[in-house]
T-cell receptor, first 115, second 113 residues
Framework: DVKVTQSSRYLVKRTGEKVFLECVQDMDHENMFWYRQDPGLGLRLIYFSYDVKMKEKGDIPEGYSVSREKKERFSLILESASTNQTSMYLC??????????????FGPGTRLTVL | AQKITQTQPGMFVQEKEAVTLDCTYDTSDPSYGLFWYKQPSSGEMIFLIYQGSYDQQNATEGRYSLNFQKARKSANLVISASQLGDSAMYFCAMRGTGNQFYFGTGTSLTVIP
């Protein structure tokens, strides 16, 4: 059973804390993604990675960084959490772009609350 | 620019009836794929159906079908014989020849008993 897992389903942090969200996939996918989901705004891409140590900014990278040291793991880092980063964070993975029929597989999501 | 538009923030349907969720897209890629995902209240995103831009026939998966009108750049999801478990958010997404996916803002579907 293919899977994308995220380290936490719910997380509560304080303003200014450094926050790590971990994502692991077992499908040997090259591409991994971090999205933020807010009501009425859909899914917005924060960062994605198409290979180990490679990353590209998405639509809303400000306040976030990422790390991909191993193919199966993609981490999202909030350097100094702020209340406007309270949101649902979704990780996804997919096969490379040449296969346009390859869908994204999603993790269960992390609901982050920053107080 | 790549863009997905879902104009229905919320929809209601009677149990056992059919419902159509609208999706229009904009892309300059000659080849692209269109996807629909379901997100129940639990939060996980569930892949439902895929349509390729060169596919001649509309995609179907069980009770789900995709009404693909290329000239109109629309990819509406049709759910037949709605069930209470169909109540969820539904997202339309597109992938071009790059690695990125583009998502709409979603439609919240409520099935009424």
């Amino acid at each position: 059973d293919v899977k994308v897992t995220q380290s936490s389903r719910y997380l509560v942090k304080r303003t200014g804390e450094k926050v790590f969200l971990e994502c692991v996939q077992d499908m040997d996918h090259e591409n991994m993604f971090w999205y933020r989901q807010d009501p009425g705004l859909g899914l917005r891409l924060i960062y994605f990675s198409y290979d180990v140590k490679m990353k590209e900014k998405g639509d809303i990278p400000e306040g976030y960084s990422v790390s991909r040291e191993k193919k199966e793991r993609f981490s999202l880092i909030l350097e100094s959490a702020s209340t406007n980063q309270t949101s649902m964070y979704l990780c996804a993975s997919s096969s490379p772009g040449s296969g346009i029929n390859n869908e994204q597989f999603f993790g269960p999501g992390t609901r982050l609350t920053v107080l | 620019a790549q863009k997905i538009t879902q104009t229905q923030p919320g929809m209601f349907v009677q149990e056992k009836e059919a419902v159509t969720l609208d999706c229009t897209y904009d892309t300059s890629d000659p080849s692209y794929g269109l996807f629909w995902y379901k997100q129940p209240s639990s939060g996980e995103m569930i892949f439902l159906i895929y349509q390729g831009s060169y596919d001649q026939q509309n995609a179907t998966e069980g009770r789900y079908s995709l009404n693909f009108q290329k000239a109109r750049k629309s990819a509406n999801l049709v759910i037949s014989a709605s069930q209470l478990g169909d109540s969820a958010m539904y997202f339309c997404a597109m992938r071009g020849t790059g690695n990125q996916f583009y998502f709409g803002t979603g439609t919240s579907l409520t099935v009424i008993p």
